[in-house]
Each structure stands twice: as structure tokens, then as C-alpha cells.
T-cell receptor
Framework: RKEVEQDPGPFNVPEGATVAFNCTYSNSASQSFFWYRQDCRKEPKLLMSVYSSGNEDGRFTAQLNRASQYISLLIRDSKLSDSATYLCVVNEGTGGFKTIFGAGTRLFVKA | ETGVTQSPTHLIKTRGQQVTLRCSSQSGHNTVSWYQQALGQGPQFIFQYYREEENGRGNFPPRFSGLQFPNYSSELNVNALELDDSALYLC???????????FGPGTRLTVL
């Protein structure tokens, strides 16, 4: 089982659609969680941190379920500019620090 | 405020050679992490340096080594280059070892 698994994608959605990304992680002792966005041939950029209480930033909502070891990202009212790869990221601090990225889910938003 | 910078932008080496990649962290950040990203995959964690000490390491062989300097800039050294080492190498800095990471633009390494 991979340490961090994401939906394989790609997702093809029309403008205005709501799209959900899912991610699971294997280490129950994982400490912090993030979603990053990566445009083609660019570096990853932080989208948002993820907390058990859930957090929202405009059209983006992230949620963490520690019991199920599951992280989600919801994008409402998709824009063309949302087209990118979305990366789920988990930090582990037991036995030495490690950051684990999922393989990413590619999103295409079409007019 | 200056962001994370990396040099060089691109590099071509031959198998068996050695390479050094450089990273300047964002102002106020004391932690640097290095990643390898192959085409179509997520970044793979190589190691992290916190206040000049290696703080964690991923599943990379010892020929991948690093340093962090007192100004918190960092180097990644790769010895005995292999064809599979061709990838984008990303550096990220953070205020602390478990915090949000901010990435540089990367160094694209090609091994022939």
C-alpha cells in the first residue's frame, strides 16, 4: 500500500462545476497535512493546510478525518484557472521527519 | 522578501559524474527540504535540514548527500550519477521543520 494515495485522475469538468479530490494516508501517527497545487513545469505552491475542524478559503474547502486517515479537497464553481495538478501532502515526524507527496490528481476545467 | 531560489536552472551531466545543486531559503526560514520529481509523479522526499543538521531522510541511497550552511542555504550533492537520476530537483524552505513549505523553481537535471 502506498503511503499517500490519491485519485488517479485526470478529472475533466466544465466551468462552474464542483470537484472533489480524495486522499488517504497509511501512517496513523502523521502530524500535519496540506494540499498543494502544481502547474505544468512549475514548482508546487501551497493551496491550504488541512485541519480536523475543516478549513475554507473562498471556493476551496479542505477536511481531515484522522479516524479514517482521509483528506479531502473540494473546489466549488471551478474556473479555467483551476486547471492544474493537485497534490496531497502528509508530514510524518516519528523516527525522523519525512514529507510524503501523493502522485497528484490532474484537473482540466473546460469552458 | 526574497523567495526560495535555486541554481542552476538546468544541468546536463553524464553517467558517473557528480553534481552539486544549490538552494537559498526564504528569509526567516531555518529549514530546507530537498525533493526529486520525475515526470508525471509527485515529489519524492530526499532529506531535510533543520538548523544545519539532517532532520529526516527519505529512501534515497547514500550517494545523495547534503549540507546546510549557517545562513540556512543548502546544497544537494549527488555522486556517481545514474540515468534514473534525471529529474526535477526541488528545494523547499519553511519556518520550522514541520511547517508549510515554500518551493523554489527547481533544477532540471539530465543525465546522459
Amino acid at each position: 500500500r502506498k503511503e499517500v494515495e490519491q485519485d488517479p485522475g485526470p478529472f475533466n469538468v466544465p466551468e462552474g462545476a464542483t470537484v472533489a479530490f480524495n486522499c488517504t494516508y497509511s501512517n496513523s501517527a502523521s502530524q500535519s497535512f496540506f494540499w498543494y497545487r502544481q502547474d505544468c513545469r512549475k514548482e508546487p505552491k501551497l493551496l491550504m493546510s488541512v485541519y480536523s475542524s475543516g478549513n475554507e478559503d473562498g471556493r476551496f474547502t479542505a477536511q481531515l478525518n484522522r479516524a479514517s486517515q482521509y483528506i479531502s479537497l473540494l473546489i466549488r464553481d471551478s474556473k479555467l484557472s483551476d486547471s492544474a495538478t493537485y497534490l496531497c501532502v502528509v508530514n510524518e515526524g516519528t523516527g525522523g521527519f519525512k514529507t510524503i507527496f501523493g502522485a497528484g490528481t490532474r484537473l482540466f476545467v473546460k469552458a | 522578501e526574497t523567495g526560495v531560489t535555486q541554481s542552476p536552472t538546468h544541468l546536463i551531466k553524464t553517467r558517473g559524474q557528480q553534481v552539486t545543486l544549490r538552494c537559498s531559503s526564504q528569509s526567516g526560514h531555518n529549514t530546507v527540504s530537498w525533493y526529486q520529481q520525475a515526470l508525471g509523479q509527485g515529489p519524492q522526499f530526499i532529506f531535510q535540514y533543520y538548523r544545519e543538521e539532517e532532520n529526516g531522510r527519505g529512501n534515497f541511497p547514500p550517494r545523495f548527500s547534503g549540507l546546510q550552511f549557517p545562513n540556512y542555504s543548502s546544497e544537494l550533492n549527488v555522486n556517481a550519477l545514474e540515468l534514473d537520476d534525471s529529474a526535477l530537483y526541488l528545494c523547499a524552505s519553511s519556518e520550522d521543520w514541520g511547517g508549510q513549505q515554500f518551493f523554489g523553481p527547481g533544477t532540471r537535471l539530465t543525465v546522459l
